[in-house]
Structure formats: structure tokens, C-alpha cells
């Protein structure tokens, strides 16, 4: 089970830095987590330019928060939801059907691609899940937090998660890739 | 390699190739740029203007509250209501004034002799408004018009997902050619 860190979150509480230093420094992660929730750099890019754009257009409040990193990803795993994502994911599915545009991908070593390949066919709660637990390097209290649910219910999702990713990561070693 | 460490080492992969591949600086723009009606940030010690465009003065970075930005915009809207309010009141008075005269041109005895010619009618003033769209929004429109269709029919496959997906480049590029 991965421990419950939190690290790269220290570095939060109110800020007074300006908005361009913020978003320079947190688009890119933003992006990244969308991108690994969604498999679309398009889509990725596009939601998280509206969450940033939302916080541009509050920055005086938004800045003044306990937390200003945790308000953009909470706003970026949330907003749009369910269709969005839900319908991606269902893409990834018949991905070699799908004509896709060259530029729509962050290129990633094909083991790295597998795994948030894999990730995506999870359900929605617990890809989000795992998405903050590794990705963000949140705790449980912490994910819990961002997505509105007791901590108790997101143990289990990581749990079932990394279960389920085992045996489909796993499937693929069956047929001779190296883990 | 066990599930955990196969995962963090995907994230990080992930959280390095995103700061390295996504470009936040033109992105930061495009935020910049459409709000620079609301708020006058104005260029940036961060950003570097790209080749060939030209510099504009420096201003204060720090951001205006946004109460001042939302002040800012309504006061805009309604300079520009006001403008219109005037050129369509300024087209009435004309538009009236002409027809008075035509009237009375028109109703003037016939039997009076032609001595004096009719006054000049004034020239009539025409207001004509052209509206252009960039191409790129059209096609949003129509791709949007598109993805809702497919929606209510249920039609969840291949042609959605390529149509939301022209949807999404079709908005960034108007975003793009929209802003000033």
C-alpha cells in the first residue's frame, strides 16, 4: 500500500505570489492528472485552462486559501464530470479503433503508458483515487477531501484499485512483458 | 515490480513528461489575453513575448481585485448600450425628420404655381452593422450542435468521441482567434 505522504503538498497555505507564477508552476501537473484520468492531452489541456481560469478570475480569494493547489485539482477532477470521463475511459477500450491526433498523447515509456491505460478502466471514483494518491502523493485524508468522501471509502477504492490494476497489469506479464 | 511501485513510477513519469512537454507560458497568454478586458494585467517578467510581436508598454503585474474587473466590464457594457442607444436614436430623428418633409412635399397644393423649387430632401444616413465570426467558431457551433445530438440519441461511439474532439480544437482555436 502506498504511504500516505502528502510531501509535495508542504509547500501550501496562502499565498501572495502572483497568479503567473502559480500557474506556470501548476498547469503542467494539472494537465498530467487530467491527461492520466482522461488519455487526452486535448481534453486534458482544455479543462484544466477552464480551472485556471476560474482561479484567475478570483485570485484575490483564491490566493488567500488554506490551500490553493488543492482548490485547482479539486476543481479539475470535479468539474464536467461524470460524461466526460466516464465516455473516455469507455474510448480507451476500443483505443485501436479510434483515429486519434498526434499531438493528443504525453509521450510516455510504453510500461508508464500501460499502467494509467490501465487506470482509466477503472471505475471513475477509484481512478480518481489512485490518480491523487500517486500522482499528487496525497494521503487518504487528503484525497478524501478533494473528492467529498470518507476517508474509510476511499481506503477501500485504493484498495479495490490497486487490486484490480494488479490483476490487469498482471494479465499483461502473463504474456511474457516485463513487469 | 509490485502494483505500488509500478504505479509510482508511472506517476512520476507522467508528472515529468507533463512539465516537459505541456507549453503553460502561450497557455498563460491565451488566460491573459481573454481577460484583458477584465482585468489589466498587462505583460509579464515571466513571459518572454514571442519573436516578431511587438512589446507593449510595461504595467503592474500584481492582478486587480476582481471586483474591480467585474466593475470594469459592466461599466464597458454599458458605455457600449449607450452608444447604440444613441445611434439608434440619432437614426430615428433622421429617419422622422425625412419623412415629415416628404409629407409635406406631398401634401402641398398642386396648383400653386412652381415658383419655388422643393427643399433639397437631406441625405439619408444609413447604419448598417456587419458581424464576422471566425470560421473556427462556426465549426464549434456546428460541432457542439453535433455532440448534443449524438447525446440525446445515445449514440455513444466512434463518432461522438471524433466530434467532441473536433469540438475541443474547434473551441481553442476561436478562443484563440477571438481574443484580441
Known amino acids: 500500500m502506498g504511504q500516505a505522504t502528502g510531501d509535495r503538498d508542504e509547500q501550501t497555505g496562502p499565498t501572495s505570489e502572483p497568479f503567473e507564477a502559480f500557474y506556470l508552476r501548476e498547469y503542467p501537473q494539472v494537465v498530467g492528472l487530467l491527461y492520466g484520468l482522461l488519455g487526452s492531452r486535448l481534453v486534458a489541456e482544455e479543462l484544466a485552462q477552464e480551472t485556471f481560469l476560474v482561479a484567475y478570475r478570483d485570485w484575490d480569494r483564491i490566493s488567500g486559501l488554506d490551500n490553493p493547489r488543492a482548490w485547482v485539482r479539486k476543481v479539475a477532477v470535479n468539474q464536467r464530470g461524470s460524461f466526460l470521463r466516464a465516455y473516455l475511459r469507455q474510448q480507451t477500450r476500443d483505443r485501436d479503433a479510434t483515429v486519434r491526433y498526434e499531438d493528443d498523447s504525453i509521450k510516455l515509456a510504453d510500461d508508464h503508458a500501460e499502467v494509467w491505460q490501465a487506470v482509466r478502466t477503472l471505475p471513475p471514483l477509484q481512478a480518481k483515487a489512485i490518480a491523487l494518491h500517486y500522482y499528487e502523493d496525497y494521503s487518504v485524508a487528503q484525497v478524501a477531501a478533494a473528492l467529498g468522501k470518507a476517508p474509510g471509502t476511499i481506503k477501500a477504492q485504493l484498495h479495490h484499485g490497486r487490486r484490480k490494476l494488479a490483476r490487469l497489469l498482471g494479465a499483461e506479464t502473463d504474456r511474457g512483458r516485463p513487469t | ?180
Open chain 2, 1 to 180: 515490480m509490485n502494483i505500488d511501485e509500478r504505479l509510482r513510477a508511472a506517476s512520476r513519469a507522467l508528472r515529468d513528461g507533463s512539465v516537459a512537454q505541456v507549453d503553460a507560458a502561450s497557455r498563460l497568454r491565451e488566460i491573459v489575453r481573454h481577460s484583458d478586458q477584465l482585468v489589466a494585467h498587462g505583460p509579464t517578467t515571466l513571459l518572454p513575448d514571442p519573436p516578431g510581436q511587438p512589446r507593449e508598454p510595461p504595467m503592474l503585474l500584481a492582478p486587480s481585485p476582481p471586483s474591480a474587473a467585474r466593475w470594469s466590464r459592466s461599466s464597458q457594457r454599458l458605455a457600449l448600450a449607450v452608444n447604440l442607444l444613441l445611434v439608434l436614436a440619432l437614426g430615428i430623428v433622421i429617419g422622422v425628420a425625412a419623412t415629415d418633409r416628404r409629407d409635406v412635399a406631398g401634401t402641398a397644393p398642386t396648383t400653386a404655381a412652381p415658383v419655388v423649387a422643393p427643399p433639397p430632401a437631406p441625405a439619408e444616413t444609413w447604419f448598417q452593422t456587419r458581424t464576422s465570426v471566425p470560421e473556427a467558431c462556426l465549426d464549434m457551433a456546428e460541432l457542439g450542435d453535433e455532440v448534443i445530438a449524438r447525446l440525446n440519441r445515445n449514440q455513444r461511439d466512434n463518432r461522438l468521441y471524433l466530434a467532441l474532439r473536433d469540438y475541443t480544437i474547434a473551441s481553442q482555436a476561436c478562443r484563440r482567434e477571438a481574443s484580441p
